[in-house]
């Protein structure tokens, strides 16, 4: 490596109420001589990292631009309505749409979910974020419906939240540039979709190399202690009858 030329790094990037701190310690375990970078970041700011090659893979939102990149849905996340703790809906254990109907529910800029039309009474005015409207729902001003992980993220004491089983859910994916599939690139998606070191759809080298190291050495053959060939056993003699007349008796 010349002077000029940068060590290997992975740089990740994940948007709020992803934690990917499982997929961190198998790459650290996996290829520790290279070290991996989070990049905790808005959710558009992650596709403009993806876009820009500030980051070489993200844990973001969809959707994403499929025409610039590639994205492996994840999984996806209950929805919920984050209410004060002596709120009416905080006595149920879950509500639709419907039963917001008459409440002010908070639309902040950064809203993940996608809307086909918004529940309840909107607000005065826009939250900028999440967390704002989080202060909001805190002060009496109305209710929040968001993915469950980011109600865990921004979690107060004096607030809860119920599931709302007809909202739209948040899906979580693993995206790159579609022009920028890497070895790195690959040996994370490996370990996102929970292929071993062993894998037949791993990384060819990393495979020979796991194999030779998990397949014992081979022993050489050792001679016999005269340096020369060993004598082939002697074979058993087998009883056989005796040869020529019997004797008479006189």
């Keep these: 490596m010349t002077g000029s030329e940068e060590p290997p790094q992975f740089r990740l990037a994940y948007v709020p109420g992803v934690t990917p701190s499982k997929w961190v310690r198998i790459w650290n375990e996996r290829l520790p001589d290279i070290p991996l970078t989070l990049l905790q970041l808005s959710v558009a ?18 959707p994403v631009d499929r025409t610039v990149l590639s994205a492996i849905p994840l999984y996806e996340e209950s929805t919920v309505v984050v209410v004060p ?31 086909p039309r918004l529940p309840g009474q909107p607000a005065f005015e826009r939250p900028a974020t999440t967390e704002d409207a989080v202060e909001l729902v805190a002060a009496g001003i109305g209710v929040l419906v968001v993915p469950q992980s980011l109600a865990r993220l921004h979690h107060r004491k004096d607030l809860t939240y119920r599931p709302v089983t007809d909202a739209p859910v948040s899906s979580v994916a693993l995206s790159w540039p579609e022009d920028a599939t890497t070895d790195m690139v690959e040996d994370f998606i490996g370990i996102v979709r929970g292929r071993t070191v062993n894998s037949t759809r791993g990384r060819p080298a990393a495979q020979d190399k796991a194999k030779a190291k998990a397949e014992p050495k081979k022993q050489p053959r050792r001679p016999d202690a005269a340096g020369g060939r060993r004598k082939p056993p002697a074979a058993k003699k087998t009883q056989g009858a005796r040869r020529g007349k019997p004797r008479r008796r006189t």
Excluded: F, N, S
């Design 45 to 62: 700011e992650a596709r403009d990292a993806l876009r820009d090659g500030t980051a070489d893979a993200g844990l973001v939102r969809l």
């Design 85 to 115: 703790k002596d709120h009416l809906v905080a006595a149920v254990d879950e509500v639709t749409t419907e039963d917001l109907a008459d409440e002010i529910v908070l639309h902040p800029l950064d809203d993940v979910l996608e809307w």
